[in-house]
């Protein structure tokens, strides 16, 4: 009776999780939205961003690898999350039709080098000025970016933290 008992829980436990390991619960799948071609051309992920990955600030840097390859680097505010990137843009049809261009939108693969992997994906405006989407990291939380090295953007002051805009934010807020 005990071993069918203890075959049973295996079967069970052996039931809840994925051939890699990881809990059924644990994997959020990430289904990206559909990428569209802009008319003024193709979207250029390159640069310098400051924001937040699933509630974290940071500063996002992205450099091209290749015509539809990226590699970005995130760097929280206290350094002590990081985690690289391999993004890839993907192609779309435009409005008006034709060959396949590169898109608005890159999805990624990422690691923080201490066993934390994930997926995600984002897109961004029409202006090359923001970025936005969603990050896979056990759970599933929110990307958010601005540019800081566009010529028509200034860089918020050092005086300015975290904390002066979530100050600001609450005031608005109440």
Same mark, same amino acid.
């Given at each position: 009776m005990?071993?069918?008992?203890?075959?049973a829980?295996? +079967?069970a436990l052996a039931?809840?999780c994925?051939?890699?390991? @990881?809990?059924?619960s %644990?994997v959020v799948d990430v289904?990206?939205?559909?990428?569209?071609? !802009?008319?003024e051309?193709?979207?250029d &992920?390159?640069?310098e961003?400051?924001?937040e990955?699933?509630?974290i &600030?940071?500063?996002? *840097?992205?450099?091209?690898?290749a015509?539809?390859r !990226? !590699?970005g680097r995130f @760097?929280?505010e206290?350094?002590?999350?990081r985690f690289?990137?391999?993004l890839?843009q993907?192609r779309? *049809?435009?409005?008006e039709?034709?060959?396949?261009?590169?898109?608005n939108?890159v999805t990624?693969?990422?690691? %923080?080098?201490?066993g934390?992997?994930?997926?995600?994906? $984002?897109?961004?405006?029409?202006?090359?000025?923001?970025?936005?989407?969603e990050?896979r990291y056990?759970? +599933?939380? *929110?990307l958010? &970016?601005?540019?800081?090295?566009a010529?028509d953007? =200034?860089a918020p002051?050092? $005086?300015?933290t $975290? %904390?002066a805009?979530?100050? =600001?934010?609450d005031?608005?807020?109440?």
């Amino acid at each position: 009776m005990a071993r069918l008992l203890r075959a049973a829980l295996l +079967l069970a436990l052996a039931g809840g999780c994925r051939p890699s390991g @990881t809990l059924v619960s %644990d994997v959020v799948d990430v289904a990206p939205p559909a990428g569209e071609v !802009y008319p003024e051309g193709a979207s250029d &992920f390159t640069g310098e961003w400051v924001g937040e990955s699933a509630g974290i &600030f940071g500063t996002l *840097t992205i450099q091209r690898l290749a015509s539809d390859r !990226y !590699y970005g680097r995130f @760097t929280s505010e206290d350094g002590l999350v990081r985690f690289v990137c391999n993004l890839r843009q993907i192609r779309a *049809t435009p409005a008006e039709g034709g060959a396949m261009l590169p898109s608005n939108l890159v999805t990624f693969q990422w690691q %923080d080098g201490r066993g934390g992997r994930g997926g995600g994906w $984002a897109l961004i405006n029409r202006e090359s000025s923001a970025l936005t989407g969603e990050i896979r990291y056990g759970g +599933l939380g *929110t990307l958010d &970016f601005v540019r800081t090295d566009a010529p028509d953007i =200034e860089a918020p002051a050092e $005086a300015e933290t $975290a %904390d002066a805009f979530a100050d =600001e934010f609450d005031e608005q807020a109440g």
